[in-house]
């Protein structure tokens, strides 16, 4: 049966994310019968197209809620804590790609998207962090194969995973390098092009980052493994777009690569590469609807170590896809 179309607003339209979700609305003909985009003051008055229309991009401050059934929240956490609760009373599902709200059900598809059935209505759902979302679709279908103990993390996040102003600054530190002018940092502290920081954002008083903690609560709780062991390290890289992470799955078992290689292949949202070839965020991952998986070997010396090379574009796959695959669920059970 085909899912009644609904009134839909996004809030944060005009931003990477944003524009992302947008497109994949028409892309994947989601029933939408009005779609309402919505942004700060700043940015209200400018047009993002939707299914061959110019629609006008209004201001969040002044909407009314109970014209629609979902909300996507793709823009900052203070505006999710601010306008959520107020499309939760007026009736609406909220799917909030922020991690600010509490209580908020993490959802990935491919890995727990049985859980829709669980939800109260109308439903409050986290799109998980970019890096979640490609972790827990690649790790979700081991869970059966291996007696996981502990996953270490090296996460290398493209600029864009904080938004159009840090791929803008890349682009300008690039361009000044390049032209052998002096460079001046504005978004960044220091200089991130052809850079490495390892550190992406503040770090709290243990050392470890917001961007860090909530990639490892989200991990957890999509898995299902509250006492999961994750030790993660984010990398700030000079790349535009496409997430990567070395990963290193520890097991108390021995692992069976041949067991996990099946298992892998045969997973929704994955591309297996070919032993001996590997993926990058360019050249593979960029534009592109899966996490791509290669350098499946064990660890060094230890069959009960996993070791892994994800790749995924994180705006596409790992924000606005993931939010609106959850959103497809989702309908399929309101009432």
Same mark, same amino acid.
């Given at each position: 049966m085909t899912p009644k179309a609904l009134d839909v607003a996004v809030?944060?339209?005009?931003?990477?994310?944003?524009?992302?979700? +947008? @497109?994949?609305?028409?892309?994947?003909?989601?029933?939408?019968?009005?779609?309402?985009? %919505?942004?700060?003051?700043?940015?209200?008055? !400018? !047009?993002?197209?939707?299914?061959? #229309? #110019?629609? #006008? +991009?209004?201001?969040? /401050?002044?909407? /009314?809620? !109970?014209?629609v059934r979902l909300v996507f929240f793709a823009a900052s956490p203070a505006v999710s804590r601010s306008f959520a609760p107020k499309a939760i009373a007026a009736g609406c599902a909220v799917i909030d790609l922020s991690g600010a709200l509490d209580g908020?059900? =993490?959802?990935?598809?491919?890995?727990?998207?049985?859980?829709?059935?669980?939800? =109260?209505?109308p439903a409050l759902i986290t799109s998980p962090s970019a890096g979640a979302v490609a972790l827990a679709v690649a790790l979700a279908p081991l869970k059966g194969l291996l007696d996981i103990e502990r996953v270490q993390v090296?996460?290398? %996040?493209? *600029?864009?995973? @904080?938004?159009r102003e840090a791929v803008s600054e890349l682009a300008r530190q690039t361009a000044e390098l390049l032209n052998a002018r002096?460079?001046?940092?504005?978004?960044? /502290?220091? @200089? *991130?092009?052809?850079?490495?920081?390892?550190?992406?954002?503040?770090? /709290?008083?243990?050392g470890h980052t917001n961007v860090e903690r909530r990639l490892v609560n989200e991990l957890r709780q999509v898995l299902d493994l509250p006492q999961? #062991?994750? !030790?993660?390290?984010?990398? @700030? *890289?000079p790349v535009f777009f496409g997430d990567s992470f070395s990963v290193a799955v520890q097991s108390r078992n021995p692992v069976d690569l041949v067991a996990v290689n099946a298992a892998l292949e045969?997973?929704?949202g994955i591309e297996l590469v070919e032993p001996g070839d590997y993926p990058t965020p360019v050249g593979d991952a960029v534009g592109q609807d899966v996490v791509y998986v290669g350098r499946v070997r064990h660890g060094v010396d230890e069959d009960q170590q996993l070791n892994l090379w994800l790749t995924t574009d994180n705006v596409r796959k790992g924000a606005a896809l993931n939010a609106v695959q959850a959103a497809q669920l989702l309908i399929k059970h309101m009432a």
């Open positions: 809030i944060g339209a005009t931003g990477t994310v944003g524009e992302s979700l +947008v @497109q994949i609305l028409e892309e994947v003909a989601f029933p939408v019968s009005t779609l309402h985009l %919505l942004a700060s003051m700043e940015s209200a008055g !400018s !047009s993002v197209m939707f299914a061959g #229309k #110019k629609l #006008k +991009v209004r201001e969040v /401050d002044n909407f /009314d809620f !109970s014209q908020a059900t =993490a959802l990935v598809p491919e890995a727990n998207g049985e859980r829709i059935t669980e939800l =109260a209505q090296n996460a290398c %996040l493209a *600029v864009s995973e @904080q938004g002096p460079l001046e940092p504005r978004f960044f /502290d220091r @200089q *991130v092009a052809f850079n490495l920081l390892p550190q992406v954002g503040t770090p /709290d008083e243990q999961l #062991k994750i !030790s993660v390290t984010c990398i @700030q *890289v045969a997973a929704d």
